[in-house]
């Protein structure tokens, strides 16, 4: 990814200082970890090894992964575990997730999944099952979906459409998918089930299926794309209605996964950011930590979410 700003060289097997985090620990972090292992329950804070785990837990957001923890597409970046065929449904979870929530005192839930092609409806109804019940316990706290592709697999009986409604028929506040990279890498880095194409596509449904909602995507840089390209794909994400984009550092998880072609400096993301926010962005967060699960992102969404909310509720009261 060229640029003309200026930056120390980094060589992709040499960790920069600016990704070195303390390890996440402390008596919050072990007392959110006994509630999650009580229930059974898997957050993708700890599956994707996230180095914002602690700062997050602590500030009142967390990233749960239902439906399992082993996907059935096997990404080449990603450090979830992979099978043709995911664990057993666990029909309680929905509640489980509920009441952890509640007893973790969040404020704001980012719900994502593990993708379920041997599911009939990819999981789907789950989802929306649990978002359902996280609404009724605490309906004041915001939901975000961060839910796969909805691309039919080969077991899968509903089409996209029919899954995504599903999914916003439970209630989410935003509704996220990642394209994860741009066009040319997406066969390389991706699972070849997933498609660029069709994951731009399901956040244009979303919108056209709930106009109201608000949409977000991510991008991991690190992998070889220009700036050109990274250029292309924030025009494609708001070409298809997307409100809200994230960049990240790619991390290598394990030596079997794909290696880092170059270490984004922090000047290059801030100067990343000010030309999303030049695109049309509601907002942006950029920076070599920041995940798709950001906690800067998603204090900017709570209060954008809580203000569309008062304005709806404020057209709808009768005049006096």
């Known amino acids: 990814m060229t640029s003309s700003i200026p930056h120390k060289r980094i060589t992709p097997g040499q960790k920069p200082d600016w990704l070195k985090v303390p390890l996440p620990q402390g008596p919050t972090v072990a007392a959110l970890t006994n509630t999650l292992r009580e229930r059974n329950l898997h957050t993708v804070c700890e599956e994707a090894k996230c180095p914002n785990l602690g700062e997050c837990w602590a500030g009142g957001t967390a990233t749960f992964m239902v439906l399992g923890d082993v996907c059935t597409r096997g990404c080449r970046f990603c450090a979830v575990k992979t099978h043709a065929d995911g664990t057993p449904v666990d029909a309680d979870e929905p509640e489980k997730v509920a009441e952890a929530c509640v007893a973790m005192g969040l404020k704001y839930v980012v719900l994502t999944m593990v993708d379920r092609d041997d599911l009939p409806d990819g999981g789907a109804g789950h989802v929306a099952a649990t978002i359902a019940a996280i609404k009724r316990r605490a309906p004041h706290m915001l939901v975000e979906a961060l839910v796969g592709d909805w691309l039919a697999g080969k077991r899968q009986t509903q089409t996209t459409a029919q899954m995504v409604a599903t999914v916003l028929a439970g209630g989410p506040d935003v509704y996220a998918h990642n394209v994860e990279t741009v066009l040319r890498l997406t066969p390389r880095v991706r699972d ?105 992102a998603e204090f900017y969404l709570a209060g954008m979410v809580r203000q569309r909310q008062a304005l709806a509720a404020a057209n709808a009261s009768p005049t006096q």
Not at 195 to 204: I, P
Not at 205 to 233: F, H, N
Not at 246 to 257: A, D, E, I, V
């Open 192 to 296: 070849h089930r997933c498609s660029y194409v069709g994951s731009l596509a399901t956040l244009r449904l979303a919108k056209q299926l709930r106009p109201g909602v608000v949409t977000k995507s991510s991008i991991m840089l690190g992998l070889g794309e220009s700036e050109r390209e990274v250029d292309q794909t924030l025009d494609d994400l708001r070409e298809h209605g997307v409100d809200v984009v994230t960049f990240g550092q790619y991390l290598r998880p394990t030596m079997l996964h794909l290696p880092v072609r170059e270490h984004i400096t922090p000047a290059r993301f801030a100067a990343l950011e000010a030309r999303a926010m030049q695109k049309g962005f509601l907002y942006v967060a950029a920076g070599p930590l920041v995940r798709s699960s950001y906690k800067a």
